[in-house]
């Protein structure tokens, strides 16, 4: 089983890898491996299915290069192939006067990458939202929505369509990298490539060290629990409805997003996982966990963020604390408007000085090249990043 190229991942950033291999070269002898019996089931098929804007992202980061160039290459993806999308705008609203600076600072952030974008007054934004708090937000209405599970399928159709191969339930146990080639076995068999791509999100630190790589970042899951509006109360949401974020804070807080096959979603808040797949509250791996809680980079975060920590917690075991959350933005929500929704884990690096990774983080070591973080917004950005992975080898 030789090939030129072998993907590790069978997620949309792993294969939209694939697909921009197999476009730049169509002789390319090219497999996917995924360790699921499906394609797209982590990450990739459990967010809110948002077309980001690139409005958060420093400028120059790779987040907010390879996001703007990366929304317009997915709607142009969607358009080729007839997959749904909705351009339907948002709104990041500041409901207190304290919130006003950090909301400047990220309309300031969208104009220096380029975005359309504005800021309004209570009046515009009940035009927007009825239903929404606000004194004051930002209007961006090129984000979109779209199902980036959708997205996955068709990609995995063109790999195949053009040559390429698809491993399921292909965990990788073993890489060995040799002069001049790369030798990885799977639970599906063995394989030999002129290279490899590292695409496996919440397994991405350990496949990588597998490969002989030592990446200073860890990988620590965190949990994103959702509610949904039930069909009588969508109407208190036309799109999308997000809070101004914490700076301090990687993640964007609870926020409201409309569906492309319909419904609206109410989430997530972020705890730590006891499992890098514990989608239920109890799931727990001791390996995991002591992975994470050995590990003194998350030990310092945690020392450092206890009290947020602390809040997203409380909020993950009451229902009323996620209902408060939410009524922060659109106070007329009462209890029983919400239903829980299927929750999903982020995969997030962690430097050991305690740091989020805010950015992607793609580093190429011998004939390995290892995506190491690429949280939201990779999906959008998943077309791009290919094209980046692919020019760094």
């Known amino acids: 089983m030789r090939y030129d190229a072998i993907v590790l991942g069978g997620g949309i950033v792993g294969l939209a890898t694939a697909y921009e291999m197999l476009l730049r070269d169509p002789h390319c002898r090219l497999i996917v491996c995924e360790k699921e019996n499906a394609l797209a089931t982590h990450q990739t098929g459990r967010n809110s299915g948002v077309l980001h804007s690139g409005i958060y992202y420093k400028p120059g980061s790779l987040k907010a290069t390879n996001c ?13 192939h007839a997959i749904p999308y909705d351009i339907c705008g948002k709104v990041i609203v500041a409901v207190e006067p304290a919130e006003l600076p950090r909301l400047e600072k990220i309309y300031d952030r969208g104009l220096a990458n380029g975005i359309r974008c504005e800021r309004i007054g209570r009046e515009r934004l009940l035009e927007i939202e009825p239903y929404c708090a606000g004194i004051e937000a930002i209007h961006v209405p090129e984000t979109g929505i779209v199902d980036y599970r959708q997205v996955s399928e068709k990609l995995g159709t063109l790999i195949r369509d053009r ?6 339930n292909a965990k990788v146990t ?20 002129e ?7 919440l397994y991405s630190d350990r496949v990588a060290r597998l490969s002989g790589a030592r990446p200073e970042a860890k990988i620590v899951p ?8 039930r069909p009588e109360a969508e109407r208190f949401c036309q799109n999308l409805i997000y809070p101004t974020p914490d700076p301090n804070f990687p993640f964007l807080g609870v926020h409201f997003t409309r569906m492309i096959h319909g419904g609206v979603e109410c989430g997530p808040n972020a705890v730590m996982a006891m499992a890098r797949e514990g989608y239920g509250k109890l799931d727990v791996n001791l390996a995991d966990l002591w992975d994470a809680v050995s590990y003194g980079g998350f030990r310092k975060l945690a020392w450092r963020h206890w009290n947020a920590g602390m809040q997203e917690f409380y909020r993950s075991c009451s229902q ?24 999903g884990i982020r995969a997030q690096a962690i430097a050991p000085n305690g740091d989020l990774v805010d950015d992607f983080l793609i580093q190429a070591e011998g004939r390995m090249i290892n995506v190491l973080n ?7 950005s998943a077309l791009q990043i290919a094209k980046t992975i692919v020019d760094s080898y």
């Open 374 to 380: 690429a949280p939201s917004p990779a999906a959008t």
């Open 320 to 343: 009323a604390a996620f209902l408060r959350s939410l009524q922060r933005l659109v106070p007329e929500i009462k209890r029983a408007d919400i239903t829980p929704a299927p929750p």
């Open 174 to 193: 073993l890489i060995t990298e040799r002069e001049r080639e790369i030798a990885i076995e799977t639970t599906a068999g063995s394989l030999v490539g």
């Open 68 to 80: 703007r160039a990366g929304k317009l290459l997915m709607e142009q993806f969607c358009r080729d």
């Open 195 to 201: 290279m490899a791509v590292n695409c496996c999100g």
């Open 163 to 168: 040559g390429g191969e698809i491993w399921l």
């Open 222 to 229: 965190f949990r994103g629990e959702y509610f949904e509006l």
